[in-house]
């Protein structure tokens, strides 16, 4: 999806996109309360990522709703932290698929798909209301991609969950669970790239100004 850079700095705001953000953080901060002990039940690894993306991403809505008001420098620097987290989130998402996958620990597989079932309920809600601010600057853009990397590990969760039932074997939600961290690594990647462009914009556009 191509990401729009350039044009004049934004002076505020999309109209709507505070109070997206604020539904977002507390569909987030719920889902990850619910997703945490549900991955402690099932000892579910992809669970357990999807819980803590559900905490990260609940983090990132604060911080951008920190910045909302600010110019583009600093929208741009904001996503430029969001998006080192959601790489590094991806780092240790598939750090600890290896350490399961060492243990040999099986997942309990119905907990999964409906904890799942109910996690993608909530990721598309939040997805839809962030929709059309997704080919906003780098701040909205980071924003949609956390609901919409969200709303499809969901659905690979519950795949995951369906695998780990006909299997008996803990690959399923391996395998799930390593998609995921490799989703957060690329996405991270895309919105840090497209934040150092609104970064060098806000610097020319305060230098206009100040100058």
Known sequence: MACSCSGPEPKSPAPGFRKALWIALWVNLVMFLVEGFASLQSGSVSLLADAIDFFGDSANYLLSLSV??????????????????????????LGRAAWVMQSGITPEPLTMGVVGALALAANLGVAIVLFKFREGDSDMRSVWLCSRNDAIGNIAVMVAALGVFGTGTAWPDLIVATIMGSLAITAGISVVRHARSDIAQGKVSETARTG
């Open 68 to 93: 909302l008001s600010m110019g583009m420098l600093w929208r741009g620097r904001a996503a430029m932290v969001k998006g080192i987290t959601m790489a590094l989130f991806g780092i240790v998402v």
